[in-house]
């Protein structure tokens, strides 16, 4: 080949490769979400192409959705268990599952999005509530039949939450809504200044706490949609508040965990870890626990003292879950999808998916 | 591996799109057209210097040298006569598609600008907001998507009330304008050896950007738009004879 045609074809041949190696929506778009039914044992893990459910003594796998790799289907929420027995699944193809928990089976789907789920479903009285990428939030019956949307500008990426008779859905266009959760109309609009990526948290008397990205912690009165107060955080807020015994419990993209006077914002501890947290603290036998960046899962005392610190060899992301007496963290690796502790941080089990 | 590059032009991206009441359409248009103009003299010498390639085919002494050496067994003499002719003229053989590759870090690195800005699952945003230095990153994120009927975080597609599906009006824009810009830089009359490397470039290009836009962010298919249409512009403003246009060859004396 000649020197001429090397130089013309290689910008192709290059191009083509760097075009074709990017922006799968399928590779490590999000960390793992869990759901636990401590009553039947399992708890239900989506990341990447399936929904698995596992044994919770030892981590065994029940069952997958779908049972082979299918090339539209990705999920990382965690899934939502209902009442009515249902598993609610967020769809990055633009799709709401409802599967039977027992065996995975499909009950039915919901097309009517425009865009990915990213957050998950909530289902309270009767109503599912679905946050979108498209800016909206549906609302279906538990046979998956749209009752009503609600658009807000930006995509929704939370879960919302039923506080008395107010739907409260937080959004990336800077606001916390309250709504309506019969008919979807707009009670309330709080404009917090930066994006909401995270679920509000219910805390006393009907106040909700949020974390925003403009590195502050709200609390909001749910009734009328009323800032009680606000504190500063060091970084960006992007998992949601803990509630706990009148403290409020939250971390930042700093990697500072700080705790919170939930009734007027003043801080009452704060520290710093070596990497960025995305998610909740878990609070779990008077400790709590983080997951952060650089791989460290971090145990607590309630007061902000450091009792044990655990190192994974991958970055984490997300909140921990407690479920009976383990704790479970989300790796999202191909050595282990799930790591199962104890207290004391000791692995109890580990869970890799089989290759396909 | 190219950060370097691609954390600086995404900041200049967002910096634009503050500038320009939060519009991306608009931010990743001027923004081309500002990569443009720091790129200008070696999109000016790669247009020269295919302009020059496209003048030779018809220069009458380069023609004698195809004519003179044709034939398998005299092709490294036609090569040797070609560099002669071409040190002779100053042109550069490589002058089309050295800038190319000197431009292709650029290219790459808009690529990346625009899909991190459009960030649209978790793990995106939160490496497009670590990347941010700007003082007011976080009333900006996300980025408002939303251009004229489009989704840029989406592969663009046009929906009309009495069509089942929707036209890929950006890639079809992306694969005519790529053809007449590949078309613009192909000799008129190439020869053997230039023929098959110019119907592959006119082939193969248009329809790889065009793919490329129909699968991936209709911001990304923009940026395509608005760089094949620079481009184009740019080569009829700046288009003027070369030396090897005016190259005459001393007219044959008659024979009585």
């Not at chain 1, 498209?134 to 609600?150: H, I, K, V």
Request: contains cysteine; aromatic residues 12%; charged residues 15%.
């Amino acid at each position: 080949m000649t020197i001429k045609r090397l130089t013309t074809f290689f910008p192709l041949i290059f191009l083509s490769l760097v075009f074709s190696a990017c922006g799968s929506a399928v590779d490590a778009a999000s960390w793992p979400g869990f759901t636990v039914d401590e009553e039947n044992g399992t708890v239900y893990v989506a990341f990447n192409q399936a929904i698995y459910a596992l044994q919770l003594e030892n981590g065994a796998q029940r069952w997958r959705f779908p049972a082979e790799n299918q090339a539209n289907f990705t999920t990382f929420a965690p899934p939502e268990l209902t009442g009515d027995d249902q598993l609610l699944i967020s769809g990055y193809d633009q799709t709401l599952y409802s599967l039977n928990p027992a065996n995975g089976n499909s009950n039915w789907t919901f097309a009517g999005a425009t865009n990915r789920y990213i957050g998950s479903p909530s289902a309270a009285g009767g109503t599912i509530y679905a946050p979108n990428s498209d800016n909206r939030l549906y609302a279906l019956n538990p046979n998956g039949e749209l009752l009503w949307t609600f658009a807000a500008k930006q995509p929704l990426w939370s879960q919302p939450i039923l506080v008395a008779e107010t739907l409260v859905i937080s959004s990336m266009d800077h606001n916390v809504y309250g709504v309506d959760p019969a008919s979807g109309e707009k009670i309330w609009t709080l404009d917090t200044g930066g994006a909401i990526v995270s679920s509000p948290t219910l805390g006393e008397d009907e106040v909700v706490f949020v974390g925003t990205l403009k590195q502050q912690v709200l609390a909001i009165n749910s009734a009328s949609g009323r800032s009680e107060w606000s504190y500063d955080a060091p970084g960006w807020v992007w998992g949601s508040p803990t509630y706990i015994d009148g403290q409020v419990l939250a971390a930042d993209l700093e990697g500072t965990v700080f705790a919170l006077d939930a009734a007027t914002g003043r801080e009452l501890w704060s520290v710093d870890t070596e990497g960025a947290i995305t998610g909740a603290p878990l609070v779990y036998n008077n400790h709590i626990y983080v997951l952060n960046e650089s791989g460290q899962v971090i145990s607590f005392t309630l007061d902000g003292t450091i009792q044990w610190t655990k190192n994974v060899e991958a970055a984490l992301y997300g909140s921990p879950i407690a479920a009976g007496e383990l704790i479970l963290i989300g790796v999202g690796t191909s050595d282990a999808l799930v790591l199962a502790l104890d207290e004391n941080g000791d692995t109890v089990w580990t869970f890799a998916p089989a290759s396909q | 591996m190219l950060e370097f590059i691609i954390v600086p032009f995404t900041n200049v991206l967002v910096f634009i799109y503050s500038l320009l009441g939060q519009n991306f359409g608009l931010a990743i248009i001027v923004f081309t057209l500002l990569v443009r103009l720091v790129t200008y003299p070696f999109n000016a010498s790669q247009m020269k210097s295919a302009k020059a390639m496209q003048e030779l085919q018809s220069n009458p002494k380069w023609k004698q040298i195809q004519e003179k050496y044709k034939g398998r067994e005299n092709r490294e003499k036609l090569a040797q006569e070609q560099m002669k002719l071409y040190q002779e003229l100053g042109i550069s053989p490589f002058g089309a598609c050295l800038p190319t590759l000197i431009q292709l870090p650029l290219i790459i690195a808009m690529y990346w600008a625009v899909t991190r800005a459009l960030a649209a699952t978790p793990l995106q945003l939160l490496g497009f907001a670590r990347g941010l230095s700007l003082p007011n990153a976080a009333e900006l994120i996300p980025l408002n998507s939303h251009f004229l009927w489009m989704d840029l975080e989406q592969p663009e597609r046009l929906y009309l009330d009495f069509l089942p599906i929707g036209i890929p009006v950006l890639a079809i824009i992306v694969l005519v304008t790529s053809y007449l810009q590949t078309k613009m830089m192909t000799p008129a009359n190439p020869s053997d050896q230039g023929a098959q490397v110019g119907r592959a470039m006119n082939l193969y290009m248009p329809i790889l950007m065009a793919y490329i836009s129909y699968i991936y962010s209709a911001g990304l298919a923009l940026y395509f738009v608005t760089t094949n249409v620079l481009s184009i512009a740019q080569y009829y403003i700046t288009r003027r004879p070369t030396a090897a246009a005016k190259t005459v060859v001393p007219a044959k004396p008659k024979q009585s």
